[in-house]
C-alpha cells in the first residue's frame, strides 16, 4: 500500500504515540529490533492517517495505538517461535549425533536379517509412508497379516533401538 508524503510526515512528528504503542506492548528501547519496530509502527500509523481521513484525529490515533501494539505482538510472537525451533533443532543435533549414528548402524544389521515381507514393509509404510492397502496388493498378502508383521517388527526395532540406549 502507499503511503502519501503529507501521512508519513504526520506519522513521523507524532513518533510518542508510536513509542507508546511499543512501551505498551513491553518493548523496551534497548531490545535489539526496537528500531526496526518503531519504523514499521510508523508506517501502520500513516496507512492508518490515509485510510481513516473521514475519522477524527483522536480516534484515527486510538485505532492506530491498537494496531500497532497488535502488529508489534504478532511480530515478538514470530520471532519466539523462530528462536525456540532453532534451539529444538541445535539441541537435537547436538543430542543425537552419536546416538544417531548407533542407531544407524543397528538399523542397517537388522535390515539385513529382515525376511523379504518386514523389508517391504519397513521401507515402504514405515519410511515412505505407503498405505498397508496397497501394500497388502502388492505382496499378495492380507491387510491383516500385514498389519501383524509390522507390529511385531515395531516391537523388535523398538528393543534393538532401546538396548542401543542403555548401552550408552
Known sequence: MKISKRAFLAAWENQKLVRGALKAAHVRQDYTNYEDLLQEG????????????????????????????????????????????????????NLGMISNWDNYLSLEKEVMQMSELERLLFFHNLVAGESISALAQEACVTRVQLQRVKRQLLIHLRQVLEVQITDL
Open 42 to 93: 510508523i508506517c501502520i500509523y500513516a496507512q492508518m492517517l490515509d485510510k481513516q481521513g473521514e475519522l477524527s484525529q483522536k480516534e484515527v490515533d486510538r485505532r492506530s495505538f491498537r494496531k500497532i501494539i497488535w502488529h508489534t505482538i504478532d511480530q515478538l510472537r514470530k520471532e519466539q517461535r523462530t528462536a525456540e525451533r532453532q534451539a529444538d533443532f541445535e539441541q537435537a543435533q
